[in-house]
């Protein structure tokens, strides 16, 4: 366990100090953890519901940090390159999470273009019926990219890196909050990038 424990806690380290130095993108994904918190209160009553607002809420916010905010030159806090960050990445990087976002935006198309999917689900009769059929597509879609993933990584380096990744991924939501709750406060007072003294002094 205590090696479960040191997997998980580098790669939650890793993610920190590579990825997250703007206090917008900082902002954006306590946002997302918010959102993630309330997405997943509603799953075991609303599924389709809980996706909706996991996705349409809290994967764009935190994606949108990522893609449009955070830093992507030379990372002079960590002395990297952000080829080396990108190759290195456990989990999605820029170019899956491109591939995973394409995937979640074609869902409602393929679902109005071919409300049954080929005869696999029985096909929408109304408006709220076709928004509950996507909700349940991208809760597929969320499971199937993190065991995709867990399997890939369990396959290419070790079943405790994949293991601990999974872990990550569902609790991230607790973590960014207890990590980021300031991050709005500093932003306002015009800090717009973290001067990552926990990274620098460590």
Not at 9 to 25: A, L
Not at 95 to 119: D, E, T
Request: net charge neutral; aromatic share 12%; hydrophobic share 45%.
């Amino acid at each position: 366990m205590n090696a479960f424990f040191d997997e998980l806690n580098r790669q939650r380290w890793d993610d920190h100090r590579f990825y997250h130095h703007c206090r917008i993108n900082q902002s954006l994904h306590l946002f997302s953890a918010c959102c993630f918190v309330i997405a997943y209160l509603l799953l075991p009553f609303e599924p389709a519901w809980s996706a909706i607002i996991a996705w349409c809420l809290s994967m764009t916010s935190r994606q949108a940090g990522h893609f449009f905010f955070e830093p992507r030159g030379f990372d002079e806090v960590n002395q990297v390159t952000d080829e080396y960050k990108e190759a290195v990445k456990v989990g999605y990087n820029i170019r899956r999470k491109i591939v995973l976002m394409s995937i979640w935006v074609a869902c409602p198309v393929a679902l109005i273009i071919n409300p049954s999917l080929g005869g696999l689900i029985e096909p929408a009769a109304s408006f709220a019926e076709t928004i509950h059929d996507t909700g349940i597509a991208w809760l597929s879609l969320g499971a199937a990219g993190l065991v995709f993933r867990v399997i890939q990584l369990s396959l290419q380096q070790s079943p405790l890196v994949g293991l601990a990744w999974g872990t990550k991924i569902l609790t991230d939501p607790f973590h960014d909050i207890a990590l980021y709750h300031r991050a709005p406060l500093a932003l306002l007072r015009g800090e717009r990038y973290d001067p990552m003294h926990d990274v620098t002094q460590r």
